[in-house]
């Protein structure tokens, strides 16, 4: 892929162990990387943790390849009546795409049924579950790595919209056909798996646009507007979106987790604008 001439971006590579141990010179590369691009890769080896997801996602691709394969029937099905305009729990098709949002209070809520969940994904439920938990407490890792003053608006006791999401993004036969997704992430952390060349993001000190491949046993991460917020600019929401480099239709599966603010916090900032 490298060979056929297409921009890539080279972020830097976080270890997640070694923040664990609070390793200066990681902790100085996090804090550029947050500040510079916003964008950066997680490295999930040799941490306990991290190597749970890792070893769990395997499993959990077959099952969402498996789920959304299914007739569009069937999926309409698991759309949620039941949540906030602004929420994308349940099933959702958009444009171009397919998700199933789980939230994480509703992961770890005590004595809570997963009778609304489709059987596929009641069948590996330990797997999700211990996913989420993983993905959860590498972004707590990384946000007070950052500042504690950050992890206090995202206690894991406290409502808030966090979820993971299992996502459905098709390449398309002709890449003059794909559809402008830029954007930039309303949450706090975006944490994401996908197999495919397919995130393309603006780099600032550029301002040129370059795909970031995929990397073997790494999570891709990207500061989101909630934390930009809090840090009071110094850390960066980069632009970014789904796409292609080339022509070629192919089915694109993605496992994103969204660490997103206390609903509190969201209601303040709601109420003061």
Same mark, same amino acid.
């Given at each position: 892929?490298?060979?056929?001439s297409?921009?890539?971006a080279?972020?830097?590579i976080i270890?997640?162990a070694k923040?664990?141990?609070?390793d200066?010179?990681?902790l100085a590369?996090?804090?550029k990387?947050?500040s ?6 997680l490295d999930l080896r040799g ?6 997801v ?12 498996k ?5 569009k029937?069937?999926k309409?099905k698991?759309t949620?009546?039941d949540?906030k ?5 349940g ?13 994480r209070?509703?992961v770890?809520?005590a004595?809570a049924?997963i ?8 069948d590996?439920?330990?797997k999700?579950?211990?996913?989420s938990a993983?993905?959860?407490g590498?972004c707590?890792?990384?946000? /007070?790595?950052l500042?504690t003053?950050? *992890?206090?608006?995202?206690?894991? #006791?406290q409502?808030? #919209?966090?979820g993971?999401?299992l996502?459905?993004?098709?390449s398309? *036969? ?6 402008d997704?830029t954007?930039? #992430? ?5 944490l994401?798996?996908?197999?495919d ?5 603006l780099?600032?000190?550029? /301002?040129l646009?370059?795909?970031t ?7 891709l991460?990207?500061?989101a507007?909630?934390?930009q ?6 850390l ?6 789904v796409t292609?480099?080339f022509?070629g239709?192919k /089915?694109?599966?993605y ?9 509190v ?8 604008e």
């Open positions: 892929m490298a060979d056929r297409i921009p890539i080279q972020p830097s270890s997640l923040l664990r141990l609070k200066s010179g990681e590369l996090l804090d990387a947050a510079n691009t916003g964008l950066f890769y941490d306990a943790e991290g190597e749970r890792l070893a769990h996602l395997p499993d959990i691709y077959a099952v969402v390849e789920y959304f394969s299914q007739p029937e069937a309409a698991d949620r009546f949540i305009a602004s929420q994308d729990l099933y959702k098709r958009g444009y171009g795409s397919e998700s199933f949002e789980i939230s209070d509703e770890t809520s004595g049924s009778s609304h969940l489709p059987q596929l994904f009641q590996v439920w330990n999700i579950t211990e996913i993983g993905c959860d590498a707590l890792m990384l946000l /007070n790595s500042s003053a950050y *992890a206090v608006h995202h206690r894991a #006791d409502p808030s #919209d966090t993971l999401k996502v459905l993004h098709p398309l *036969a002709k890449l003059s056909d794909a559809p997704t954007h930039t #992430d309303s949450g706090t952390l975006t994401l798996f996908y197999k060349w397919s995130i393309h993001a780099l600032p000190d550029t /301002n646009w370059a795909f491949p995929p990397l073997e046993g790494c999570a991460v990207n500061i507007n909630s934390l917020r809090l840090s009071g600019g110094r960066h929401s980069p632009k970014h979106g292609q480099p022509d239709a /089915n694109r599966y496992l994103s987790y969204f660490l997103r603010p206390e609903t916090l969201i209601e303040k900032w709601d109420a003061a």
